[in-house]
């Protein structure tokens, strides 16, 4: 997904197999704009028919060229109704999808790391203002085009000089109007800048509910909300006054524009030039579909491009902090993963990991233990390619990670973390992530990740809850073993997944995992219980971002070195 960021990338998805749809709302544009002047012509002829001017058609046959305007009124109706929705619906539609799967091809460390705010503004307010202001836009924009030009057309046939004075007065006044126009853009991208901030306050307010009581922060938290809101609300004032003015302006030229016309054919029809009340009537009409384009247009074309910026801030976000893809590697890993003279740091001027060596081989079970912040949950993040800018190597099978594709180093990795995501939906559907499965390979990770007795008391069609509200934590974290089980990865990393889970509940989990064969587990974890530690193939023992020993439980303890301390003051 290294590519630059293109709005027609965005674009095109509103089209996509959505050209039939397009061409039969356009139509019904164009039949309502030709039926809008036709209206226009047969007042002008009923009018000189009824005052007693010459006209090449009688009253009869305009009555009927009425009832066929009044066809086209219905039939352009019947159009709209059976393609605007259906277009707009799919293109909509077309442009989420192809946005959220662009998003799904960043990697872990790359969304990890950045404010999912902006990600839910685009996809709830800022879309809304796309599908208004670019998609109803082209057909708003359009069918003032066509009444602009068709009645601009009719205006010279009638009377060039009237015509040459209504380019007159329209010229200075649409001019200024369309210089404004791009304060608009500016306005409603900071409206959506805004609600990202908002919306990221009112995350954090819900996510952080039960610490917010706790601490008797209501007050605080009240205060952050009303100034998040009132933020994003004046940038919404700003908005609109920015489209009130240029709507006043466009406004302004119409009225400038009409009177100036009405003067200019009085004096002509005074003057004896020809000009007929049939025509005066139908300037009345024509102009009045000149000047509403050249009061709306300014507006439609200012809508248009805070509609493309909009497109564009979400292009941007997505293909920025992007990982250089690589080349891909078997899903397997025969040799094991080694780490060689491994260094990183957050900032630049703090490291927190110093020159580890270590190796995990394929197949076998590694604890990774030290105190609080030391550096492995960081280990753990660099193994899943969560950063790129490490010195040393990190070899997978001696492929050196930051060669390697993510697509395919997720299909050799899994990872199991303290906090599982639990979606709203079945224990069946958070275990399979949605996707088929043979039946008895679903069995086999329900029974090895020590679901059987929650299947057989709620069933596989258990709804969770929220993030899995209905279900314990324990329980949460065997459905996140069953889906790695499920994934057949061979290697499974492992964070902390008991940290919040009582001793006897860590216990099993701990013990589902170690007791899955054929895989290479790293596990970090907190606990120091003797019976799991002695499971493990080799523990990794950290100190201040370096490995300060490692070997297996027995050995570390006859060593009565910093891992002898640990143990014995965890005990």
């Known amino acids: 997904m290294n590519k630059n960021p293109s709005r027609k990338d965005f674009t095109r998805q509103f089209y996509r197999g959505n050209i039939p749809n397009f061409i039969v709302a356009m139509l019904a544009i164009i039949v309502v704009a030709a039926v809008n002047l036709l209206i226009s012509w047969l007042i002008q002829e009923i009018i000189d028919v009824s005052s007693g001017n010459s006209s090449a058609f009688s009253l009869a046959e305009l009555v009927m060229l009425t009832f066929a305007a ?6 352009s109706s019947f159009l709209s109704y059976i393609s605007r929705p259906h277009f707009i619906a799919k293109a909509m539609s077309q442009y989420k999808n192809f946005a959220f799967g662009e998003l799904t091809k960043k990697g872990i460390s790359a969304f990890s790391g950045e404010d999912t705010s902006t990600y839910i503004s685009a996809f709830s307010n800022d879309v809304k203002s796309i599908e208004d202001n670019y998609l109803g836009g082209i057909f708003d924009l359009t069918v003032q085009v066509l ?18 004075a209504a380019v007159a007065f329209t010229f200075l006044p649409v001019l200024a109007s369309l210089l404004t126009g791009g304060k608009l853009a500016e306005a409603e991208k900071e409206v959506s800048q805004r609600n990202e901030s908002f919306m990221s306050a009112l995350k954090d307010s819900l996510s952080g509910f039960s610490v917010v009581k706790s601490f008797k922060a209501e007050a605080a938290i009240i205060k952050l909300f009303s100034e998040q809101n009132g933020s994003v609300e004046s940038s919404k004032c700003r908005r609109r006054k920015i489209a009130l003015i240029i709507n006043a302006i466009g406004s302004s030229a119409g009225v400038i524009a009409q009177f100036g016309v009405f003067l200019v054919g009085g004096y002509l029809s005074l003057s004896g030039k020809g000009i007929t009340p049939g025509v005066i009537m139908v300037f009345v009409q ?8 050249i009061s709306e247009v300014p507006t439609l074309l200012a809508n248009r491009r805070a509609a493309n910026a909009l497109i564009d801030k979400m292009a941007n976000a997505i293909y920025s902090n992007v990982r250089d893809e690589g080349e891909d590697i078997p899903a397997r890993l025969r040799d094991g993963i080694e780490i060689k003279d491994l260094s990183f740091a957050y900032n630049a001027d703090k490291e927190v990991l110093h020159n580890i060596n270590a190796k995990f081989e394929a197949g076998k079970g590694y604890a990774v233990v030290g105190a609080s912040g030391c550096g492995k949950s960081t280990l753990l993040s660099l193994l899943m390619a969560g950063h790129s800018d490490y010195s040393g190597d990190i070899l997978y099978d001696g492929k050196e ?8 180093l997720y299909e050799v990795i899994s990872i199991i973390q303290q906090n599982v995501f639990i979606f709203n939906s079945t224990i069946k559907d958070n275990i399979t992530m949605f996707r088929d499965f043979e039946p008895e390979e679903v069995e086999r990770a329900i029974s090895l990740s020590g679901l059987s007795t929650l299947i057989a008391e709620r069933g596989a069609d258990f709804k969770c809850g929220e993030n899995g509200s209905g279900l314990s934590g324990g329980e949460r974290q065997r459905i996140s073993i ?4 499920l994934r057949k990865t061979p290697v499974l990393l492992v964070d902390e997944a008991t940290a919040a889970l009582d001793a006897e509940t860590a216990f099993q989990v ?14 970090v974890t907190h606990s120091l219980d003797e019976a799991l530690l002695k499971k493990y193939d080799s523990v990794l023992v950290l100190k201040n971002g370096a490995v300060e ?3 297996t439980f027995d050995e570390l303890m006859g060593k009565k070195g910093y891992f002898y301390s640990l143990f014995t003051v965890s005990q």
């Not at 601009?152 to 015509?163: E, I």
């Open 70 to 75: 009044v066809f086209g009124i219905v039939f």
């Open 549 to 551: 020993e490692s070997g």
């Open 510 to 523: 701990s013990s589902s995992i170690l007791e899955l064969d054929g895989l290479t587990r790293i596990v």
């Open 482 to 485: 069953a889906r790695c089980l």
């Open 147 to 164: 009444l602009f030009v068709g009645a601009f057309a009719m205006m010279l046939w009638y009377s060039p000089a009237l015509t040459a």
């Open 286 to 293: 024509l102009m009045g579909m000149v000047v509403q384009p």
């Open 401 to 408: 990670l930051r060669n390697v594709s993510s697509h395919s």
